[in-house]
């Protein structure tokens, strides 16, 4: 032991299945106690306390799940720890963790994982992502980075990472830029860094807004569209083909949309890349959509957009704050991408640039607590 105090909390998710009353599949078991308990060289990476505060699928959790393990982690490193794991199901990390980071504003770090195969499943990855997760948070490397998350050895930008296998120990990647970094016999190794934008402040009401989010197709006629509009949902998300292209009857349902103040924004649904601008120029492309009003998602990825859209419609922004923010967190506004670290100290620098602020790193490696 050295002294370093690390917090685990568990929501569910595979990692926490085991076989069950007869039947053939898991389910949700195993609290955070059971998860720590058989860790070899935990206890010497570092001083580990764990909290359950649910014990359910990835695919059922709710932003209010995610608010209570945030307040959670934020008291936890408020105490003296170094940073916080949460351990939950990998269906939902991609928009959880990015939930998270909006809102992430302690310089410890915050840690995300889970496993692709049950407790019980031979060559379970559990055990091993929980040590992983835990060394990174215990790196001073690690501080002034937001929310990570940590999986097959790998160290991935909440804004950046998606699941994208369904099943196999790879399924996590960030595909446009790569990971941040990974581990290497123990030690936490960065060769990127990324410019976090200033944390959003934290939502004191529990009512969320709701966004709809609608992946175009060929043949959309904008129906379903249309519907959203209809409906109490207060903005959409639009996932796009390439750089932002609709249906010409979909760019119409977005003109009404629009007209009736809701908040369109379009991604794109290739997967990597970013929206374009100005590039194209027919009735449904992204110069198009720009025109009619729609906000393009830039860098972020549909789901990335919708928990962005839902963050600002529940602070109450105006459409161009929105405008303003998607700009910004889907880094259009900035091709080149100063590192937002500062290694003195944390700087809320939302006056000048909105970014948190900080100096150019080199690639570091830094051994992990865990002398093994
Ligand atoms: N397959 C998922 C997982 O890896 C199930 C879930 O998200 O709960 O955890």
Excluded at 50 to 73: E, M, N, Q, V, Y
């Amino acid at each position: 032991m050295n002294g370093v105090q690390v917090v685990v909390a568990s929501l569910g998710g595979t990692i926490t299945m085991t076989g069950s009353g007869g039947t053939t599949g898991v389910r949700p078991s195993l609290t955070a106690d059971d998860l720590i308990g058989s860790i070899p060289g935990l206890a010497r990476t570092a001083e580990v306390t764990a909290r359950t505060i649910a014990t359910i699928p990835g695919a059922s959790l709710s932003a209010a799940d995610i608010f209570r393990a945030f307040a959670w982690a934020r008291d936890a490193v408020d105490d003296g720890a170094s940073g916080a794991v949460i351990v939950q199901g990998t269906d939902t990390i991609e928009e959880s963790a990015y939930l998270l980071d909006l809102h992430w504003d302690r310089a410890a770090p915050l840690v995300v994982t889970g496993a692709m195969r049950a407790a019980q499943a031979t060559g379970a990855d559990g055990p091993a992502n929980i040590l992983a997760a835990v060394q990174v948070a215990c790196s001073p490397e690690s501080r002034e980075r937001g929310v990570l998350v940590v999986l097959n050895d790998e160290i991935h930008a909440a804004s950046r990472v998606r699941k994208m296998r369904s099943s196999g120990l790879n399924a996590f990647r960030s595909p446009s830029f790569g990971p941040l970094g990974g581990l290497v016999e123990s030690a936490v190794v960065y060769g990127n860094s990324i410019r976090r934008p200033a944390p959003l402040p934290v939502p004191t009401g529990s009512s969320r807004p709701c966004v709809a989010l609608i992946e175009t197709h060929l043949d959309d006629d904008g129906a379903l569209l249309d519907l959203a509009t209809a409906s109490d949902h207060r903005g959409i998300v639009i996932d796009a083909f390439g750089v932002g292209h609709v249906p010409a009857k979909v760019a119409g349902a977005i003109s009404r949309a629009v007209a009736v103040s809701k908040p369109v924004v379009f991604a794109s649904r290739t997967g990597s890349g970013a929206t374009f601008s100005s590039a194209y120029d027919f009735v449904g492309s992204e110069s198009d959509l720009l025109r009619r009003g729609a906000i393009p998602a830039g860098w972020l990825d549909a789901r990335k957009a919708r928990i962005l859209l839902t963050c600002l419609l529940a602070a109450s922004s105006t459409m161009d704050n929105i405008k303003s923010e998607f700009r910004r967190r889907g880094q259009l506004s900035s091709p080149a991408l100063p590192d937002w670290r500062n290694t003195t100290g944390k700087h809320h620098d939302t006056e000048s640039t909105g970014c948190w602020s900080g100096t150019q790193s080199n690639d570091t490696r830094v051994r992990s607590q865990d002398p093994s």
